[in-house]
């Protein structure tokens, strides 16, 4: 592994450079989620140089890799000693790294069973908007004590800081998998996800999709071989090969599936809403992951603040999460607005992390 001070003394000076000038700096690793947020801004600072794995004790079900570690290369690493991330970040088509992983806070089709990315990063390195290096958390659970700042920069979509390194919890991959697969409409499967959640089933991933008036229930199950062989013989419906499966999971974790790539030039929205919530009231049929909590749907262009409503109702809120605009989608149209005592935490937090708001300016919201 190279000298990391040598990579990342130029970078600190770079952003101390940035703070005392006012320029603003667009973090970016392999461009995996430019499309995400509300907007890029800034001269590129890139990542991709602050690679490598630094300690990795699979006795301890613990990895800490440099923020521009290529995502592909950590989870080859975990899977040759048969373990992994549970919460299966999105790769969106290859180029994810580490860093990015963490400042976009997004998981994949286990997030409801397993936990969010959040929910295992154990402690952080960062480097703030004064050029400061700062370390929080650390390796193990007990190391985290009052204010956890690592969470707090995980989602944060760089606005807080250049992620240096993450020190994460992984897990042993399950023994056993199996994916069944019913024939039902949305309000049956969201019945019956509600009925085998509340059982002790192995229920790990879900996914609902209307696919051409065929609407199908996908149920993935992982855990002891016994336990996953016992809840395929109670559910019943058709068992399908894991090999052959595996890619649409891949696929619907990466929002790559067929029913995403037929947006035909609408907007995909993503619901997040309690998992009880009934069938809602949207211009299509959504597919819906997370066992009722996670519903993507593609609308026309200008449907955002009847969705938000729509989202609101059921407990939840609504992101823009790609917009069919070639250009960058209206300011504030991205993410939901913040009630005031959120907003006045939001721009605290930014203002004592990057006082001269040079880090991704507007990415999350338009005016910091």
Same mark, same amino acid.
């Given at each position: 592994?190279?000298?990391?001070?040598?990579?990342?003394?130029?970078?600190?000076?770079?952003?101390? =450079? #940035?703070?005392? *000038? !006012?320029?603003?700096?667009?973090?970016? $690793?392999?461009?995996?989620?430019?499309?995400? @947020?509300?907007? &890029?801004?800034?001269?590129?600072?890139?990542?991709?140089?602050?690679?490598?794995?630094?300690?990795?004790?699979?006795?301890?079900?613990?990895?800490?890799?440099?923020?521009?570690?290529?995502?592909?290369?950590?989870?080859?690493?975990?899977?040759?000693?048969?373990?992994?991330?549970?919460?299966?970040?999105?790769?969106?088509?290859?180029?994810?790294?580490?860093?990015?992983?963490? =400042? #976009?806070?997004? *998981? !994949?089709?286990?997030?409801?069973?397993? $936990?969010?990315?959040?929910?295992?990063?154990? @402690?952080?390195? &960062?480097?703030?908007?004064?050029?400061?290096?700062?370390?929080?958390?650390?390796?193990?659970?007990?190391?985290?004590?009052?204010?956890?700042?690592?969470?707090?920069?995980?989602?944060?979509?760089?606005?807080?800081?250049?992620?240096?390194?993450?020190?994460?919890?992984?897990?042993?991959?399950?023994?056993?998998?199996?994916?069944?697969?019913f024939e039902m409409s949305q309000e049956q =499967?969201?019945?019956?996800?509600?009925?085998?959640?509340?059982?002790?089933?192995?229920?790990?991933?879900?996914?609902?999709?209307?696919?051409?008036?065929?609407?199908?229930?996908?149920l993935r199950l992982r855990g002891a071989v016994?336990?996953?062989?016992?809840?395929?013989?109670?559910?019943?419906?058709?068992?399908?090969?894991?090999?052959?499966?595996?890619?649409?999971?891949?696929?619907?974790?990466?929002?790559?599936?067929?029913?995403?790539?037929?947006?035909?030039?609408?907007?995909?929205?993503?619901?997040?809403?309690?998992?009880?919530?009934?069938?809602?009231?949207?211009?299509?049929?959504?597919?819906?992951?997370?066992?009722?909590?996670?519903?993507?749907?593609?609308?026309?262009?200008?449907?955002?603040?009847?969705?938000?409503?729509?989202?609101?109702?059921?407990?939840?809120?609504?992101?823009?999460?790609?917009?069919?605009?070639?250009?960058?989608?209206?300011?504030?149209?991205?993410?939901?607005?913040?009630?005031?005592?959120?907003?006045?935490?939001?721009?605290?937090?930014?203002?004592?992390?990057?006082?001269?708001?040079?880090?991704?300016?507007?990415?999350?919201?338009?005016?910091?």
């Open positions: 592994m190279p000298d990391m001070d040598l990579i990342l003394n130029p970078l600190i000076e770079r952003i101390r =450079a #940035a703070a005392e *000038s !006012g320029t603003p700096l667009r973090i970016r $690793g392999g461009g995996s989620k430019d499309f995400y @947020g509300e907007r &890029l801004e800034g001269e590129l600072l890139e990542t991709r140089s602050l690679a490598g794995i630094i300690s990795y004790e699979p006795t301890e079900l613990v990895v800490t890799a440099y923020g521009g570690t290529p995502l592909a290369e950590l989870e080859a690493l975990l899977a040759e000693r048969g373990q992994c991330l549970p919460f299966e970040p999105p790769h969106f088509g290859g180029g994810a790294t580490v860093g990015g992983m963490a =400042a #976009a806070g997004l *998981s !994949g089709p286990a997030r409801a069973s397993v $936990g969010a990315v959040r929910d295992y990063v154990l @402690g952080m390195t &960062l480097v703030n908007g004064k050029g400061e290096l700062l370390t929080f958390g650390g390796q193990v659970m007990k190391n985290v004590a009052g204010y956890d700042v690592s969470r707090l920069v995980t989602g944060s979509l760089g606005t807080l800081g250049l992620i240096v390194e993450v020190s994460m919890k992984v897990l042993p991959v399950a023994p056993g998998e199996a994916t069944l697969k =499967a969201l019945q019956r996800l509600a009925e085998w959640g509340a059982k002790p089933l192995p229920l790990n991933a879900s996914c609902w999709v209307d696919d051409g008036g065929a609407k199908t229930l996908y016994a336990a996953v062989e016992s809840a395929c013989r109670t559910l019943g419906g058709e068992r399908l090969d894991n090999d052959q499966v595996a890619p649409d999971w891949a696929l619907c974790r990466d929002q790559r599936l067929p029913w995403f790539a037929e947006r035909g030039g609408r907007d995909l929205w993503r619901l997040s809403v309690a998992q009880a919530a009934p069938v809602l009231d949207l211009p299509e049929a959504p597919l819906v992951e997370w066992h009722g909590g996670q519903r993507w749907v593609r609308v026309e262009p200008g449907a955002g603040a009847a969705l938000r409503e729509t989202a609101a109702r059921a407990g939840g809120y609504a992101t823009l999460f790609a917009s069919a605009r070639t250009g960058a989608a209206p300011p504030g149209s991205r993410f939901a607005p913040l009630a005031a005592p959120l907003d006045r935490i939001h721009r605290e937090l930014k203002h004592q992390f990057d006082p001269k708001g040079i880090f991704n300016p507007g990415r999350m919201y338009p005016d910091f």
